[in-house]
């Protein structure tokens, strides 16, 4: 059964803290996985990852994928309180078409 | 852990025929529920938020008439897509916010609705 399964569901840290989110994933035909930030009206997009061992970085975010194991980690460096909300994981596979899977999306609080 | 659970995961239908989506929240209540849709370029666009036991709040833009939502308990909300057109294809996904918090919440695994 294809799924995608995020780790921790939640997570409180201290201001400056990194912070270290997980993603795994089983589905057919991987195409691509994407991290959101849960804020405001809906999820904001945060990286596409379609290649193993490639690091993506905006600011303190980054995110890396290992297509081998099957998972990526999304980390936050110095983190602030900004950065409080939920990230969503979603994976791309191919089935009769796109078809996504959503994990269920981790609840990070970071605290003065 | 918290699991909400989103059903069917992929669903066809005919044009003019209408089909039902369900969001359980599966080990905690979720007095608020939320619905999403997904659009290219990989943007979630907030549709409604639902409220056990009262009417939706939806957003701008959203036709209340033909994405109907109803959350009569406190694990379970419905959005119901009326005669559908190909244009409603796509992803749909809803979360539910855990009873008593005003943060934490939890997505369902997305559906899928293809209109022919």
């Known amino acids: 059964e294809d799924k995608v399964v995020q780790s921790p569901l939640s997570l409180v840290v201290h201001e400056g803290d990194t912070v270290t989110l997980n993603c795994s994933y089983e589905v057919t035909n991987f195409r691509s996985l994407l991290w959101y930030k849960q804020e405001k009206k809906a999820p904001t997009f945060l990286f596409m990852l379609?290649?193993?061992?490639i690091e993506k970085k905006s600011g303190r975010l980054s995110s890396i994928l290992d297509k081998k194991e099957l998972f990526s980690i999304l980390n936050i460096t110095a983190t602030q309180t900004g950065d409080s909300a939920i990230y969503l994981c979603a994976v791309l596979g191919l089935v009769t078409g796109n078809q996504f899977y959503f994990g269920t999306g981790t609840s990070l609080t970071v605290i003065p | 852990g918290a699991v909400v659970s989103q059903h069917p995961s992929r669903v066809i239908c005919k044009s003019g025929t209408s089909v039902k989506i369900e969001c359980r929240s599966l080990?905690?209540?979720?007095?608020?529920m939320f619905w999403y849709r997904q659009f290219p370029k990989k943007s979630l666009m907030l549709m409604a938020t639902?409220?056990?036991?009262?009417?939706?709040?939806?957003e701008q833009g959203v036709e209340k008439d033909k994405f109907l939502i109803n959350h009569a308990s406190l694990t379970l909300s419905t959005l119901t897509v009326t005669s559908a057109h190909p244009e409603d294809s796509s992803f749909y996904i809803c979360?539910?916010?855990?009873?008593?918090?005003?943060?934490?919440?939890?997505f369902g695994q997305g559906t899928r609705l293809t209109v022919v």
């Open positions: 080990d905690f209540q979720a007095t608020t």
């Open positions: 379609t290649s193993s061992g």
């Open positions: 639902s409220n056990e036991g009262s009417k939706a709040t939806y």
């Open positions: 979360s539910a916010r855990v009873r008593g918090t005003n943060t934490e919440a939890f």
